[in-house]
């Protein structure tokens, strides 16, 4: 059995698995553009289960688990959108995620302009990367280059401002904003917002 103690444990074992963690949600949604949102989603997960301490068994099994859950939640996502009928997404029944949903786009807003206004339209307004291109006046490739780098730039901004539980299913059970995020803590100070679960 193996624990993620460290964020460089972290790290190296996310370096050892993207690609194919990325190719086999690419085999499963059949999208570029949703397979590289989904793996970012699968990297949050991961990077959120650090330091807890809790035995891991297979870590290549547990990370394809996570990968797994998080697509079939895009499915019922996108099932829900369509009104076709299907188990309730847990995502939309637990607070924590709709709590933690709350701060990702203060996060995003607190990037650079130019990473943020694109990062927004792919991943919270939905749209498709050549879209956002033709939006921006940009280039595909320029488009997806700043997008990858907004979406590297989140990470960093979540891994520096919560601290995040999840369970053995990779879902997410327990945040809490780290008093050292001067940003998050002002924005909770001038909002609505609560810092923790």
């Known amino acids: ?21 990325r190719n086999y949600i690419f085999k499963i949604v059949k999208d570029e553009d949703t397979a590289n949102g989904l793996s970012h989603e699968v990297l949050m ?8 301490m809790r035995p891991i068994r297979n870590v290549r099994s547990w990370l394809f688990q996570i ?25 939309d029944e637990n607070p924590v995620y709709r709590e933690a949903a709350e701060f990702v786009e203060p996060l995003i807003k607190f990037l650079p302009e130019k990473y943020a ?24 490739t320029a488009t997806k280059s700043r997008i990858q780098r907004a979406r590297h730039m989140l990470r960093e901004q979540i891994t520096e401002c919560f ?6 299913n990779g879902n997410l059970t ?24």
């Open 1 to 21: 059995m193996e624990k993620l103690t460290k964020y460089k444990d972290i790290s190296e074992l996310w370096l050892q698995y993207k690609d194919a963690l």
């Open 45 to 52: 997960k991961v990077y959120s289960s650090c330091c807890s």
């Open 67 to 91: 990968a797994y859950n998080t697509c079939m939640d895009y499915f019922r996502r996108q099932s829900k959108k369509t009104e076709i009928k299907c188990e309730p997404d847990a995502t």
């Open 117 to 140: 206004y694109p990062l927004e339209l792919a991943d919270i307004r939905g749209m498709k990367q050549q879209e956002v291109a033709e939006e921006l006046g940009l280039s595909l």
């Open 163 to 168: 601290h995040v539980e999840i369970d053995k």
């Open 174 to 197: 327990a945040f809490n904003v780290k008093g050292s995020c001067a940003s998050l803590q002002d924005h909770i100070k001038n909002g609505n917002n609560s810092a923790a679960f």
